[in-house]
């Protein structure tokens, strides 16, 4: 698809594949306008920069990917203030903590809050339809944007058994990934406002985001869209499978597989032994930041791999 893809400059606005690939996505997801852009941090950093000012604050989640994953950038890069609020166990941020961390209006002593930003799926677990509706209710009652940082809006869509508009038709503006679980090389698309997309296009550009002939990666991530958003499925029951089968491992605690990420824990100071034996086994896992390690299927993953991964697993602790 990348190959045949027609090309054009897209920092003139004349790439026809990306052109395609950004009306796609505004159209299918309810928005104005969208923006293909080369990451998911870059995306979500160009959707704080448009939503905010300098000296401006956004709402976001203590462990969520746009505060704590991000270098800082909105703080860093746009002069906008974090105020973090701490997850309930679903995910979610209570509403009255929401609530109690908007700060009044006029007064010079704060931050302006402008924007309430919501992660989706969290630590692969889809949020409550009912709760995006009811934290979309808030930000409109106090007059804040609302961003959704949709990296896996898509497995979130399959596991809710809803479209991805669904899940996103409260929101201001998301950032949805192509190269995670739908399987793209690279890319994400900003949607939103046709204003707030011009915006972001500026700052894409100030950022070093503008790139030429990038149609052929366009083209890929319509490939994505067009094969890998159903096959998340298989995704979610190869996870629900492994998850299953390590809980029966005596020593390992296993939570998650809400969609296609797990975590495992494993007994304290064990994690490196057991990186190195899974690696002799052909499963290479990230270990040494803690106890806690995360899996996660994608479409590389098939049931032979999944398999082999209970086999290192069960040989490590048997």
Known sequence: AGLRAAVGDDVMGDDPSVNALQARVASELG???ALFV??????NLLALMAHCERGDEYLVG????TYKYEGGGAAVLGSIQPQPIVHAADGTLP????????KPLGDPHFARTRLLALENTWHGRPLPLDYLAAAGELARRHGLAYHLDGARLYNAAVACGVPAREIIRHFDSVSVCLSK?????VGSV???SKALVDTARRWRKVLG???RQAGLLAAMGQHALDHHVARL???????????????AVPGLVVEGAFTNILFVTVPDGRQGELAKHLESQGVRIAAGRGPRIRLVTHLDIDDAGIERTLAAFRSFFA
């Open 181 to 185: 679980g739908l399987g793209a090389p």
């Open 62 to 65: 203590m462990d969520a990917h």
């Open 209 to 211: 985001g503008g790139w």
């Open 190 to 192: 900003l949607a939103g």
């Open 31 to 33: 928005f104005e306008a």
């Open 38 to 43: 080369p990451s998911g941090t870059q995306s």
């Open 233 to 247: 499925a298989d995704d979610r029951r190869r996870a629900a499978e492994l998850a299953a089968a390590l809980r």
């Open 95 to 102: 509403l009255e903590a929401v609530a109690a961390a908007i």
